[in-house]
């Protein structure tokens, strides 16, 4: 099973990049928010972190985003319970799909958290800053303070890039994108093979 570790700035398209893989994608930040909704078990932690703020379950993101607001520290309080859970997935994923040739992991903080192994081929996908923020101010509780804390936590850019084995500029129309990644897969099911 080839591993496909995606990084790049926050809103830069890295989950757009994964579907068009068409392989299994693991979305670190889908499953943080099916925890939110779901898991009985992050609440609890999480209400014991933040008394002032979790209030009732499911999480809401605004009172995460209030606690954030009101102190940085609180960030590190909800990664402190959000990501051995979400680590805890990871596994359960990688095994459910160990037969697959290649699968895609999007994970924000797939090497601040050392979630990466060494033979996994690392991709950064760039965009212009402009569409970045035009992408960010699309979502749902769109916070600046917030992105910038968040920012705060991931590696800087350039470094990212050095680690990277493949860059994917992002900022093409979908069906140029679509040909570009279909290369690239190609490219490195051929190179894993011939080795």
Not at 100 to 126: A, G, Q, R, T, Y
Not at 166 to 185: E, G, Q, R, T, V
């Amino acid at each position: 099973m080839i591993r496909i570790g995606l990084m790049g700035d926050i809103g830069s398209g890295k989950s757009f990049v994964a579907k068009l893989f068409s392989c299994p994608v693991f979305d670190a930040d889908r499953e943080v928010n099916i925890l939110y909704k779901n898991s009985r078990v992050c609440f609890s932690k999480l209400k014991k972190k933040l008394p002032n703020f979790i209030r009732s379950f499911p999480i809401k993101k605004s009172e995460l985003l209030k606690a954030i607001k009101h102190d940085n520290k609180n960030l590190i309080k909800i990664s402190s319970v959000v990501h051995p859970l979400v680590r805890q997935n990871m596994k359960i994923f990688l095994k459910k799909n160990i037969k697959k040739k290649m699968v895609i992991l999007d994970i924000p903080l797939l090497i601040e958290n050392n979630l990466n192994e060494k033979d996994d081929i690392l991709i950064f996908v760039s965009a212009k800053k402009s569409k970045v923020l035009r992408r960010l101010k699309k979502r749902p509780n769109f916070s600046l303070k917030v992105l910038k804390n968040l920012k705060k936590k991931q590696l800087f850019l350039s470094k990212k890039r050095k680690f990277a084995k493949y860059i994917i500029d992002n900022n093409f129309p979908p069906n140029i994108m679509k040909s570009k990644i279909n290369l690239l897969k190609k490219k490195i099911l051929y190179e894993r093979s011939s080795t």
